[in-house]
T-cell receptor, first 115, second 114 residues
Framework: EPEVTQTPSHQVTQMGQEVILRCVPI?????FYWYRQILGQKVEFLVS????????KSEIFDDQFSVERPDGSNFTLKIRSTKLEDSAMYFC?????????????FGPGTRLTVL | AQSVTQPDIHITVSEGASLELRCNYS??????LFWYVQSPGQGLQLLLK??????LVQGIKGFEAEFKRSQSSFNLRKPSVHWSDAAEYFC????????????FGGGTRLMVKP
């Protein structure tokens, strides 16, 4: 069964450094998402992406965040200057079609630790 | 704005016992509702979803959930729990807008006693 993959599984970085989290969505999917889960808190939506554009973003997704589909297979989340509070598990998801009737398939997550 | 509440942070049941995990939502329109499960070190796996029609939906691993509009609830049930069901369970509501954002509840951690 096709699945969403994410690399790395764990990333440790120093505060102020840039990080790029990588995701490979399911191959025929066209809609991509990032969510995050701070330890002990809810899973929170960050951004959705389609046709090389952001469809929607949350208040969390400020100017230090960006997303990109650099090629036909990868979908990345960049944090330009990490803060301690960016430490969280970041989940990538993808869906075949737009519309809330379609299922979002989640990757295993990248745990980001900012020191 | 939509929101989801899972009143039970932790639940412990004996293997073979029945299970019900509670989920209440707040959303101004007809909701799209989901249950996901997260095992340690794993991503979120979809158990079942409700979009329309029959309010009792069947999912994988023997789970089912019932949408009750009058109670704004979407509780997850399983008649007989297996030790492998120990995990964290998340209820989520989907929006109808272009962004397809999911709003999650805080999760319920299920522990299964032998």
């Amino acid at each position: 069964e096709p699945e969403v993959t994410q690399t790395p599984s764990h990333q440790v970085t120093q505060m102020g450094q840039e990080v790029i989290l990588r995701c490979v969505p399911i191959s025929n999917h066209l809609y991509f998402y990032w969510y995050r889960q701070i330890l002990g808190q809810k899973v929170e939506f960050l951004v959705s992406f389609y046709n090389n554009e952001i469809s929607e973003k949350s208040e969390i997704f400020d100017d230090q965040f960006s997303v990109e589909r650099p090629d036909g297979s990868n979908f990345t989340l960049k944090i330009r200057s990490t803060k301690l509070e960016d430490s969280a598990m970041y989940f990538c998801a993808s869906s075949e079609r737009q519309g809330t009737t379609d299922t979002q398939y989640f990757g295993p997550g990248t745990r980001l630790t900012v020191l | 704005a939509q929101s989801v509440t899972q009143p039970d942070i932790h639940i412990t049941v004996s293997e073979g016992a029945s299970l019900e995990l509670r989920c209440n939502y707040s959303y101004g329109a007809t909701p799209y509702l989901f249950w996901y499960v997260q095992s340690p070190g794993q991503g979120l796996q979809l158990l079942l979803k409700y979009f329309s029609g029959d309010t009792l939906v069947q999912g994988i691993k023997g789970f089912e959930a019932e949408f009750k509009r009058s109670q704004s609830s979407f509780n997850l049930r399983k008649p007989s729990v297996h030790w492998s069901d120990a995990a964290e369970y998340f209820c989520a509501v989907g929006t109808r807008n272009a962004g397809n954002m999911l709003t999650f509840g805080g999760g319920t951690r299920l522990m299964v006693k032998p």
